[in-house]
């Protein structure tokens, strides 16, 4: 199995820098290929602008998605960006290491995502497709991804009526931009009270997630509605059940 890490953390001595190190041991023991992109120390540029696009289509205004489109078709595509874009073609499983800021992933691997998960290339909705690629018909189909995180918090309170609030829910957004792309998302690995508990629970998380990442070949997907689930307002056909916490019926 190719493997790709994305491993968000500016310190290497950190407990995200420890986990990266673990999975790349697991993988390569298990026989599998590994690449990093280190993003704190790749210095990856993490705004979109118009320093992305030196050729542009439309010099008046900058419209982002087609200015990717255009790129991406053209050839174009900023250097930085399309050295991403092919290490995530080469990959069969794509890890993203990073630490829980603000219930979110940190601005670096969000920017990464905006600018490398780019319109043309990891999905295409605009009038110049016959057909729209998003999905599971995104253009990552066929790969697998896997967010690996760690938290202050403690597991209970990112349980649906705690203090943090259902980290399903939280998860959702990086969840499903990940699947607009086409993977196919497998249950994440999150590292909870990383700050408390010392070293011996640190290495329990280590050790834990080495086994994890030894079986990630047999681990089963997450489940996500299918194109066919909805109709042409975007809404859950009458009679599908939500599976997911983005479709999630409930009431405040
Ligand atoms: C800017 C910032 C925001 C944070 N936000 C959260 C948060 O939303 N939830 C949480 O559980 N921990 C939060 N933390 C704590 C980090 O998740 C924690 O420091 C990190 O997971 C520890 O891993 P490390 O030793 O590899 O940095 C935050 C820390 C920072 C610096």
Redo the contacts with the bound molecule.
């Keep these: 199995m190719k493997v790709f890490i994305v491993y968000a953390?500016p310190?290497p001595k950190?407990?995200?820098?420890?986990?990266k190190d673990r999975a790349l041991l697991a993988f390569e023991r298990a026989g599998h290929e590994v690449k990093i992109s280190d993003l704190y120390e790749m210095k990856f540029k993490c705004t979109i602008d118009g320093d992305d696009f030196p050729a542009r289509a439309n010099p008046v205004q900058l419209q982002i998605p087609f200015e990717q489109e255009e790129a991406y078709h053209s050839g174009s595509t900023a250097a930085d960006i399309l050295a991403e874009q092919q290490k995530l073609i080469w990959a069969d499983l794509i890890l993203f290491q990073f630490?829980?800021?603000?219930?979110?992933q940190?601005a670096i691997l969000k920017g990464w995502m905006e600018r490398v998960f780019s319109s043309g290339f990891a999905h295409e909705v605009s009038a110049r497709s016959d057909a729209r690629r998003w999905f599971e018909k995104g253009g990552l189909r066929g790969r697998r991804a896997l967010l690996s995180?760690?938290?202050?918090?403690a597991a209970t309170?990112?349980e649906p009526t705690g203090r943090?609030g259902d980290i399903n829910r939280i998860l959702w957004p990086i969840h499903n931009a990940l699947r607009y792309a086409g993977l196919d998302i497998l249950p994440p690995f999150i590292?909870?009270s990383?700050?408390r508990g010392g070293d011996a629970a640190r290495l329990e998380i280590l050790d834990r997630f080495e086994a994890a990442m030894k079986n990630i070949e047999i681990a089963a997907p997450l489940g996500f509605h299918g194109l066919a689930d909805y109709d042409d307002a975007h809404q859950l056909r009458e009679g599908v059940v939500p599976m997911t916490a983005g479709q999630w019926r409930g009431s405040l």
């Design positions: 953390h310190e950190s407990f995200n820098g420890a986990m630490p829980l800021w603000l219930y979110s940190p995180f760690t938290c202050a918090g309170a990112y943090h590292a909870y990383v700050l």
